[in-house]
């Protein structure tokens, strides 16, 4: 059986298109329900989410889904989450569910020196799971900061830097939690403040299909 799409695995999840589709009336009953609990998923104005080819030969079922956080007309921060399901259940998984996302969001080229920066991109994600009431075990994942500078022709380039965050986890709940989770670690990462307390954000819905 396949292993954990943790680290490890990562490249393969994400660089495994499927090429086709099921009707979704042939889709476990299970596969049908985390479906419709993504597209239930409420986002903030910032974020657009898009349906992208999910991976194929990792697990029987998939769906994929990329977003982006823009700002005015700067794209701030980038993501892609993929929800892998095998009805018979999955060892290294401890469910029959999987959850495998990536964050990359544009920082300080200050923040890249810091030796706390990968913990504390780590934490935005711990803590975007639990502000969302999501549950879930087995969490895996790395968390990669880089720093560019231009030299030669290009010395009058400004440093730039950027935060890559890998992860994994089991779902143990409606994955609406998950996705929110996913999509408010973005819009951390590029230093969105939190939305007030009290102050709606917006319903998407889209097509989330194998």
Known sequence: MTGPPDTATYSDVMASPQEHRLDPTQLPKEFQVALSQITAARLRPEVTIEEMPAPQRIAPYATAMSAEVVVGDDEVASGRLVVLH??????????DFRCVAY???EVE???AS???LA???WSWL???LASEGAQYIAPSGTVTCVYSASFGALAKEDPDAQIEIRASWTPTDSLTAHVQAWTNVMCEAAGLPPVPEGVAVLPRSGNRKR
């Open 86 to 95: 095998d009805p018979r259940g999955n060892d290294a998984w401890g469910g």
């Open 103 to 105: 964050v990359r969001a």
């Open 109 to 111: 080229p200050s923040m």
């Open 114 to 116: 810091d030796d706390m």
């Open 119 to 121: 913990a504390v991109g």
């Open 126 to 128: 711990v803590e975007a």
